[in-house]
């Protein structure tokens, strides 16, 4: 074996390796109404692909307003099927992956009943034992829930702690939980959230278009539309990348409207899932009672039952403002687009691009050696990822340290994330500095009491798809 050879051997266990000393995988629960819509096959794909960045404990089948008296667990075994032919090969990219045989150990069902008819005495279901079970493991780290049909598998479960267990065991396990579910798809949402005011929970409320989670589909001016085409999806995805991409079925109703209740989990140097409000590959929330909803089309999502108001505070949809970067053709690399975008679905969309091409190199790791694909770079900083200053200080980020796995030639970008703080007002830097891999002559604002401000760099491959990995520097300011 050459020395050569060694060192691309190597490679995929020294990025990993580096993924490990920063982040921790989060546990993962899927709850999914596969069948009802083509578009949880296709987040099933998807998230097959990033197994070996979250321990997936549980792929249960359920149902939904759109699917009420069937479940498919069928179809997720089928797509494990496929999984296993690949899994060999993704290995070659990066360690971890699990075996197929053991993710079809996980699959349950819930009963094939909508709704609150699914919870109470006598409706337990393997889906909602398992999920206590889960939960009664020894491990500390949460549970994320991630919810793409109806959670009425989910109400049953904490229905039973409710009901058998101590009032301190019930706190314990219910603590343990995170829940993200993909708008209120039947009407145990908002049971939940008002029976069990502690649970951490994100939710869209209302009908499904003015959610933050359908910027992953929407064709929207200001975002690059292409990479959610269907000739898109046929080339990178779906065609001549194995068994695995061909088990991704075309579009329906919406392309991976479920996606988005796990992104948040993939280890890329932006997301923080304890802190929806940080912003992150699936969107940003805040924790807030939101207004009544006065919509007549409320009662159809969640299966004609009565709507009610919420009655404590839930991570949901927020703002954000956005000024896209283009490729400049002559001169500094990117500028500034000629129009500014403010809404929640910004919160999500700013980074499609970047995880589509990221879903593309894994698919293309399905069937390519690791010579022959891309990987993401490894961004590193030149400082300590929190650090504080005055105000009227000056001072500078860098990126030193920042490599490629493959080689790559990269580009970054600094900007600030003035939503992602408590200081929310423009930092002053040397604009020309923000593509360059020192952010420099950032100047401190004046405060009059302690804030906190978001700086993100962005860091983006040449390879094919280019590949973007980020860094988050958070500066807290102190007044003179």
């Given at each position: ?25 989060q ?9 009802a ?8 794909v ?24 069937r ?68 491990d ?9 049909g109806?959670?009425n ?146 009662p ?62 894994r ?60 200081y ?57």
């Amino acid at each position: 074996m050459t020395k050569f050879f060694i060192l691309f051997a190597l490679i995929p266990f020294f990025v990993s390796q580096i993924s490990a000393q920063t982040n921790q995988k989060q546990r993962l629960i899927v709850l999914t109404d596969i069948e009802a819509d083509p578009d949880d096959s296709q987040s099933l794909v998807r998230l097959l692909l990033y197994s070996n960045q979250i321990d997936i404990e549980g792929l249960i089948a359920t149902t939904s307003i759109h699917q009420k008296t069937r479940v498919a667990p069928e179809t997720i075994h089928s797509i494990l099927g496929a999984y296993e032919k690949v899994q060999p090969n993704l290995l070659k990219h990066e360690t971890d992956f699990p075996a197929a045989s053991d993710l079809h150990k996980i699959v349950k069902q819930g009963l094939p009943v909508f709704g609150m008819n699914g919870v109470g005495k006598g409706k337990d279901s393997e889906g909602s034992e398992w999920i206590i079970k889960v939960l009664e493991k020894d491990d500390n780290r949460p549970v994320w829930i991630s919810v793409w049909g109806g959670p009425n598998t989910l109400a049953q479960a904490l229905w039973k702690i409710k009901e058998r267990k101590s009032k301190r065991e019930a706190k314990r396990l219910i603590s343990k939980l995170k829940v993200y579910t993909i708008s209120d798809q039947d009407d145990t949402g908002i049971w939940i959230r008002k029976n069990f005011p502690e649970l951490f929970y994100i939710v869209s409320i209302g009908n499904y278009w003015d959610a933050t989670w359908n910027a992953i589909n929407s064709v929207i001016d200001g975002a690059n539309n292409e990479v959610i085409s269907n000739d898109w999806l046929a080339k990178n995805i779906q065609q001549g990348h194995g068994p695995l991409g061909a088990q991704y079925p075309d579009v329906a109703y919406g392309m991976e409207g479920d996606t988005p209740a796990w992104l948040m989990l993939i280890q890329n140097g932006l997301n923080n899932e304890t802190n929806p409000n940080w912003g992150s590959w699936g969107g940003r929330y805040e924790l807030y009672i939101p207004e009544p909803l006065k919509e007549p089309i409320i009662p159809v999502f969640i299966g004609g039952a009565e709507y009610e108001p919420e009655s404590r505070p839930i991570w949901t949809n927020a703002d954000d403002t956005f000024t896209p970067r283009l490729p400049n053709k002559y001169g500094r690399a990117i500028r500034k687009d000629t129009a500014t975008y403010t809404n929640n679905k910004v919160t999500l969309w700013r980074w499609r691009e970047d995880f589509q091409n990221d879903f593309a190199a894994r698919m293309d790791w399905c069937t390519s050696s690791f010579e022959e694909a891309n990987h993401p770079p490894v961004p590193a900083l030149g400082h300590p990822d929190r650090i504080t200053v005055k105000s009227g200080e000056i001072f500078s980020l860098d990126a030193s340290g920042t490599t490629d796995p493959d080689g790559d030639n990269l580009s970054y970008w600094w900007f600030q994330y003035p939503e992602a703080g408590s200081y929310s007002k423009t930092i002053s830097f040397d604009p020309y500095s923000e593509n360059l891999y020192n952010l420099h002559t950032i100047i401190a604002p004046e405060v009059e009491k302690t804030e906190t401000a978001h700086f993100i760099l962005k860091v983006t491959d040449k390879g094919t798809p280019a590949l973007s990995r980020y860094k988050r520097v958070i500066v807290t300011i102190l007044p003179n």
